[in-house]
């Protein structure tokens, strides 16, 4: 059975001390989105081996806990605009 490649809008959630802040980007996967999600938030400032917090639900790097924040199903057409202006990852 072929899988079908699907289009998404993805966030990161950054915590940083007392500031936090969101970081979208466009990606496409024929996967789970959460778990492609997980896995840029786990690599976001370029570790592998970053521990994960179950209390804050993230990744740890540096003084920053990186959380894949959330997932939108999008048309691909909304895609091709969105590529435009945020990165494709």
């Not at 966030?11 to 979208?24: A, D, K, L, P, S």
């Not at 786990?42 to 924040?69: A, I, Q």
């Not at 048309?75 to 945020?86: A, E, M, Q, S």
């Amino acid at each position: 059975m072929k899988r079908t490649v699907k289009y998404y809008l993805g966030t990161i959630r950054e915590y940083n001390g007392e500031m936090e802040y969101n970081t979208h980007y466009l990606f496409k996967t024929d996967g789970c989105p959460d778990k492609y999600n997980d896995k840029v938030a786990k690599t976001w400032r370029g570790d592998e081996d970053n521990e994960y917090d179950e209390d804050l639900g993230g990744y740890w790097s540096d003084d920053c806990v990186m959380c894949p924040h959330e997932t939108k199903k999008i048309p691909i057409g909304h895609f091709v605009i969105l590529k435009r202006y945020l990165p494709v990852l």
